[in-house]
Each structure stands twice: as C-alpha cells, then as structure tokens.
C-alpha cells in the first residue's frame, strides 16, 4: 500500500530556531515529491523534487530528496512567526498525501 | 493569472441532502483534483478530473461524485449527506494529470447538521 509518512506530527520552536521536517514514502510509480505550507485553508506550492541529492532553496526554506532512502527533508532557518503552519509533502503520481507537520514558532 | 476558485466558500446543509461545489481551475489547466480534509484524517484524494474524464479515484464511497466540464471547470456532488462528510473540501489544478505541482482553491468549509 503506497504511504507518506510526515515527522514530527507536531513541533514547538522558538523563534530564530533551525527546524527540520520529514517526510518518507514508500510508493509505486514515483514521479516528484512537493511540499506545501498551509496557514489557514489554502496549501500553497514550496518545492518540487525529482532528483535525488539537488538541494531546492528559497530564501530561508530549503529542500532534498533522497530516492534511494525515500525520504525528503524540509529545512527552515532563523525561523519567524509566520513560519507558523502545517507543512504537508506528497507524492506524485497520485498525490499520495502525508498527515501534515504542524509547526508553531514562539516568538 | 487568476488562481484556482471554489464556491462557495461555506455550506451548511442537512443530513440526506445534497450538494454541489464548484472548481474553477486556472486558466489552461486541464487537470481538476478534488480533495477532502478533516482534522483527524488530514487531506484525502477523491478523483481526478483530466479533459472532462476521471482519471483517478480514491477510496471513497459513491455518493461522491464528480464531473468536469469541456472549459476544465469541475463539480464535485455529494448525495445523502452524513455528518461525517463534514470537512474542508479543496481542489487544485494542474496543466496536466497525475499531479506535478498543484495550485489549490481556498476550498468549500462544508458543514453538515
């Protein structure tokens, strides 16, 4: 059964803190794996990974994928009060979805 | 480019009714998928909707249905309301099935009574 399995289910930072968000896969058929921020209904789009080993980076937030070890890490550094969300990754080809990371960040 | 819209935005209905939610997707995408999300199971495909034809589907039961029409935009129907259908529902388009990167709706706050 194609699953995604997301880690920690949930965390509390301070802020200026380093995070890191898991996300491992065991899928058929892989094609990408995205990662999403959602805040209050709308996920919106972060990355897309295909390649293993290619970091993907956006201002403070950073991504990487490792296809032989099927996971994916999402960093994000000096982190804000805005940071403050549910990270979601999935995998295509159906857009298998993982439960979600719901990160807070104490200012 | 306008984004992906869903209407409406909040729906409160009765149970054994039904319902109808619509998914404009942006401009070009062909590709129409419906989502539900509940607290306790997080997101959850319904189908897929790619040039008017399901492509896909996910575990849910037959009073959920969908359809997509020849402009991409989609409807999503859910006859004989429970209170579990109870959710945030969400669609995302995409320029081609299978998933790539999705761009979502503010989704439909559905609540059933």
């Known amino acids: 059964e194609d699953k995604v399995v997301q880690s920690p289910l949930s965390l509390v930072v301070h802020e200026g803190d380093t995070v890191t968000l898991n996300c491992s896969y065991e899928v058929t058929n892989f094609r990408s794996l995205l990662w999403y921020k959602q805040e209050k209904k709308a996920p919106t789009f972060l990355f897309m990974l295909t390649s293993s080993g290619i970091e993907k980076k956006s201002g403070r937030l950073s991504s990487i994928l490792d296809k032989k070890e099927l996971f994916s890490i999402l960093n994000i550094t000096a982190t804000q009060t805005g940071d403050s969300a549910v990270y979601l990754c999935a995998v295509v080809y159906q857009l298998i979805w993982g439960a979600g990371t719901k990160l807070i960040i104490k200012p | 480019k306008a984004g992906v819209t869903q209407t409406p935005r909040y729906l409160i209905k009765t149970r054994g009714q039904q319902v109808t939610l619509s998914c404009s997707p942006i401009?070009?995408?062909?590709?129409v998928s419906w989502y539900q999300q509940t607290p306790g199971q997080g997101l959850q495909f319904l189908f897929e909707y790619f040039s008017e034809t399901q492509r896909n589907k996910g575990n849910f039961p037959g009073r959920f249905s969908g359809r997509q029409f020849s402009n991409s935009r989609s409807e999503m129907n859910v006859s004989t309301l429970e209170l579990g259908d109870s959710a945030l529902y969400l669609c995302a388009s995409s320029p081609y099935s299978g998933g790539t990167e999705a761009f979502f709706g503010q989704g439909t706050r559905l609540t059933v009574v």
């Open positions: 401009s070009g995408h062909r590709s």
